[in-house]
């Protein structure tokens, strides 16, 4: 037990910015801090309490009381020495209610509860090459009217990997942040993915929540580690090349401490706070905000409350941390829809859409085509993520492979047409883990994707598929550069399941085309696509049948389709999608 005893009044918080409702940085003043004297400060902002006491081993009656300081504050001031692993406490209001810290730095899991007070961070950043070149993406993007490429690799950190593959079921299997980190960067650098994105590392009670029930919003898990573990992983993450993202669910107010309402200035401080408060601490490259409607709640009022928050929230990021991103991880009303201030808003129909399509009979898709049409239009109307995440596999009990229709061969090509649908249509991309492998199995969120079948020829192949997909993404500009500006082209089978014919142009910010075509059906189709004039011929730049992606090569690379009377015509196999680029005139 440390030697602890308690010191004179606190002091006094000035705090005009937190009870206005301004306040990006309340983490600085609120939870527990070293002062230049070696004594810790523990303040609590709970305007509902009627008494607070501060609770720990360190203490000598394992309790003390806090000062009310006006205006729902409550603080002390201990004198303690802090051993490596931390030091627990939590809060007790009125006698009866114990409270982990809202604003605790490190949290703790499973049967413990409390907050840990922690030593100041010792990580030395080397990300300085990476925040750089981020800057630079920015500054091009915004001086030449172009966007930036991201496909990103959705990862629950929990069950990507564990030590000895064994189940993270009792705690014992769980991973180091840093060992987590040099497996995703080499990971994600052979699949030529660009960014991660991680499910909430929010501290959370129970495993099943997968961090969107978190205790609080400032205290990154322990189950991998400190919060310098997780310092060290995203600059491993960003020195490999790899941006990170993460959700960061709002749904939860920090134990019942504040009132759960978020027209309330001081709440809208600590929401500000936890955004900033992850950008700012652990260099993310972006937070997708989840539980936005369980915050606000449904109905009419929803977006008058909404509102000034989000908007408040978006313009604040952006003038402190122009590259940063912010995603709307739902849709409530319209409130996060055009003009709110978010970079980009998560497509929430996008994979349901998709594999309703994919998992019907081929003979039934084309009573289904509307729904796909549906979507390509939808696509363009805003900034979107399109999300093939973890939703998708849990919901259904379903991995994506799995909800393809077909026998075990037939849903490899069906997989291979999703993914190129997806890239081929506006918008930033999302893969949740193991669906590059085509697992088999439901998501299982206690043990590894199934990475032993990278052994077997048919999953081996659809990974090649998925890396040279991803290079294609990365590496061409028209399916990036002007993800609001697509064009449906007129198609159509000479014969066969017409409706089940796809076309999509895709232009770069010099206007150059790249045109998509895909046959949803389980029969070859002679079609024509209505081109732009000027050229005599289209050449194949990439193609789903690859023998190399598990396909039967039934088209070669680099092969011309010649234009007629304004038309490109040419012959796609069964569940095959072709990009191609106008050859110029003579």
């Not at 080397?126 to 001086?143: E, F, I, P, V, Y």
């Not at 939703?391 to 993914?419: H, I, K």
């Not at 969120?445 to 032993?452: A, K, M, S």
Request: glycine share 10%.
């Amino acid at each position: 037990m440390s030697n602890t005893t308690a010191t004179a009044r606190p002091p006094a918080l000035a705090a005009y910015d937190f009870h206005a409702g301004t306040d990006t940085r309340a983490y600085e003043t609120f939870g527990a801090h070293r002062q230049e004297d070696g004594t810790y400060l523990f303040r609590l902002y709970a305007p509902r309490a009627r008494a607070v006491s501060l609770l720990g081993d360190f203490l000598p009656d394992g309790s003390m009381p806090m000062q009310a300081m006006g205006q729902g504050v409550w603080a002390c001031v201990a004198v303690a020495e802090v051993p490596p692993e931390g030091m627990a406490y939590a809060f007790l209001l009125d006698g009866r209610r114990r409270i982990a810290d809202p604003f605790g730095r490190q949290g703790l899991w499973g049967e413990a509860f409390g907050s840990l007070v922690t030593l100041p961070t010792c990580h030395r950043w080397q990300d300085g090459m990476w925040c750089r070149h981020r800057a630079a993406l920015l500054r091009h993007a915004d001086t030449e009217g172009h966007g930036v490429p991201l496909n990103a690799y959705e990862v629950h950190l929990g069950s990507f990997a564990t030590r000895g593959g064994r189940s993270n079921v009792g705690g014992d299997a769980y991973l180091n942040y840093r060992e987590l980190g040099e497996m995703l960067a080499r990971y994600l650098r052979e699949l030529n993915y660009t960014h991660v994105h991680l499910l909430p590392l929010t501290e959370h009670r129970r495993d099943t929540s997968h961090g969107y029930a978190p205790l609080g919003l400032f205290a990154p898990t322990g189950r991998h580690g400190t919060p310098d573990d997780l310092r060290a992983m995203v600059d491993c993450l960003h020195r490999a090349g790899i941006g990170v993202l993460m959700d960061l669910p709002l749904s939860s107010l920090g134990e019942e401490a504040l009132p759960p309402d978020p027209r309330r200035p001081e709440v809208r401080s600590y929401l500000l706070s936890a955004v900033f408060y992850w950008l700012r601490e652990f260099h993310l490259d972006g937070l997708c905000l989840r539980g936005l409607s369980r915050l606000f709640g449904a109905g009419a009022q929803t977006a008058a409350s909404a509102e000034p928050l989000l908007r408040l929230l978006c313009a604040a990021v952006h003038a402190e941390l122009p590259e940063a991103l912010l995603m709307a991880g739902e849709e409530v009303g319209e409130m996060t829809r055009g003009g709110m201030g978010f970079d980009l808003l998560c497509h929430r129909a996008f994979a349901g859409d998709l594999l309703t399509y994919l998992g019907a009979a081929p003979d039934r898709r084309q009573y289904l085509g509307d729904r796909l049409r549906l979507l390509c239009r939808r696509a363009a109307e805003e900034r979107y993520l399109l999300p093939l995440s973890h939703e998708a596999v849990s919901a259904a009990r379903a991995s994506l492979f799995g909800q393809m229709w077909g026998s075990y061969g037939e849903r490899f090509a069906a997989l291979r047409l999703l993914l190129a649908f997806q890239m081929a249509l506006p918008g930033k991309k999302q893969l949740f883990m193991g669906s590059e492998l085509g697992q088999v199995r439901p998501w299982d969120d206690t043990v590894p994707p199934d990475f032993y079948l990278r052994e077997l020829a048919p999953h081996a192949a659809l990974m090649r598929y998925v890396r040279a997909l991803n290079g294609f993404y990365r590496d061409e500009p028209r399916l990036w550069q002007w993800d609001s500006l697509p064009t449906a082209p007129r198609a159509r089978a000479e014969s066969g399941a017409g409706d089940c014919l796809f076309a999509l142009a895709r232009y770069d910010g010099m206007g150059r085309e790249l045109l998509a075509l895909f046959n949803f059906s389980a029969e070859r189709l002679d079609c024509r696509c209505e081109t732009a004039a000027g050229t005599d011929a289209y050449r194949e730049v990439f193609h789903t049948d690859r023998v190399g992606f598990g396909g039967e090569g039934r088209l070669s690379a680099g092969a011309l389709f010649p234009v007629q009377a304004g038309e490109v015509r040419l012959t796609l196999p069964p569940m095959t999608a072709v990009f191609c680029e106008p050859v110029p005139a003579g």
